[in-house]
């Protein structure tokens, strides 16, 4: 199955920026599809960012032009970089892996593998 840790995670002031991972193991980053999504306090998990197979990239609405998703495949790591954060960006951001590409790739429940999740924070 694999496992995969994120990290990056902390505070930051709004208007700031944070480079989150997802490092992956027993699971090659570059041979499947890697999805970001986060859950705030009391919401449901949401569609962050995807990157699939064929290395095409994808990004809720609420981020476009905010994140960006780039990969170090010696390190096995997929990172998500975002821009000109607010408050309302504040959740646990959590990467997942899927072996085949599904086209409802914005559902949380279509992907399998999770990892444990990190905490962002924005605030002054």
């Known amino acids: 199955q694999g496992t995969l840790v994120e990290s990056g995670g902390g505070l930051v002031r709004p208007g700031g920026s944070v480079k989150l991972s997802c490092a992956a193991s027993g699971i090659g980053i570059s041979t499947g599809n890697i999805g970001w999504f986060r859950q705030a306090p009391g919401k449901d998990r949401e569609f962050v960012a995807a990157r699939r197979q064929n290395g095409a990239t994808y990004y809720a609405d609420s981020l476009k032009g905010r994140a960006a998703i780039s990969r170090d495949n010696a390190k096995n790591t997929l990172f998500l970089q975002m821009n000109n954060l607010r408050p309302e960006d504040t959740a646990v951001y959590y990467c997942?892996?899927?072996?085949?590409?599904?086209?409802?790739?914005?559902?949380?429940?279509?992907?399998?593998?999770w990892g444990q999740g990190t905490q962002l924070t924005v605030a002054t």
């Open positions: 997942a892996y899927r072996t085949n590409w599904n086209v409802q790739y914005y559902r949380a429940d279509v992907w399998s593998n």
